[in-house]
T-cell receptor, first 114, second 113 residues
Framework: DGGITQSPKYLFRKEGQNVTLSCEQNLNHDAMYWYRQDPGQGLRLIYY???????QKGDIAEGYSVSREKKESFPLTVTSAQKNPTAFYLC?????????????FGPGTRLLVL | SQQGEEDPQALSIQEGENATMNCSYKTSINNLQWYRQNSGRGLVHLILIRSNEREKHSGRLRVTLDTSKKSSSLLITASRAADTASYFC?????????????FGGGTRVLVKP
């Protein structure tokens, strides 16, 4: 089955703790994205990567970090500097280029603060 | 800030009725996409309309785009209970790199059986 997987489905963070959300895709897509969704709201872009070993900040990057060491993987770390991390986190991928602008989304990870 | 703003924020209809939702955006675009999200799940792509297109159909979906008004509408005909979901428009800004999308706040649609 081709697609995007995210793990875990639920994640709990303690005060001052860094946590890492996993995102893996087997669609052979070059570009990957991380979004944050708050209840009843739309998606806001945290980070995106157009190619391996390269990534750019989105609109709300403060308190988050990413890496892109492999084409298939784009993990997101929520650091202790993110003071309000409770949200639903969505990962997506796409194959940039004319005619292929659709983004494919994973099932999401819900992060809760203890 | 969000590029797209959906209207209405919420919509409740009976099964069999049509559902119409609108999206307005602020800057020039390459294309506009509509996505659907079931509660607590990821988004699923529905339809893409390019800036040089005015109308597009896919099954029970009809999308229009008016670039002069910077607005789009999504019509779901003969709605079913399974259409209950949130619907988001997303714009791909003109000359922007990386296929970055900017999402609106969504319209929550409830289709009552």
């Amino acid at each position: 089955d081709g697609g995007i997987t995210q793990s875990p489905k639920y994640l709990f963070r303690k005060e001052g703790q860094n946590v890492t959300l996993s995102c893996e895709q087997n669609l052979n897509h070059d570009a990957m994205y991380w979004y944050r969704q708050d209840p009843g709201q739309g998606l806001r872009l945290i980070y995106y990567s157009q190619i391996v070993n390269d990534f750019q900040k989105g609109d709300i990057a403060e308190g988050y970090s990413v890496s892109r060491e492999k084409k298939e993987s784009f993990p997101l770390t929520v650091t202790s500097a993110q003071k309000n991390p409770t949200a639903f986190y969505l990962c997506a991928s796409s194959h940039p280029g004319q005619g292929q602008e659709t983004q494919y989304f994973g099932p999401g990870t819900r992060l809760l603060v203890l | 800030s969000q590029q797209g703003e959906e209207d209405p924020q919420a919509l409740s209809i009976q099964e069999g009725e049509n559902a119409t939702m609108n999206c307005s955006y602020k800057t020039s675009i390459n294309n506009l996409q509509w996505y659907r999200q079931n509660s607590g799940r990821g988004l699923v792509h529905l339809i893409l309309i390019r800036s040089n297109e005015r109308e597009k159909h896919s099954g029970r979906l009809r999308v229009t785009l008016d670039t002069s008004k910077k607005s789009s509408s999504l019509l779901i005909t003969a709605s079913r209970a399974a259409d209950t979901a949130s619907y988001f428009c997303a714009t791909d800004a003109y000359k922007a790199a990386g296929n970055k999308l900017t999402f609106g706040g969504g319209t929550r649609v409830l289709v009552k059986p």
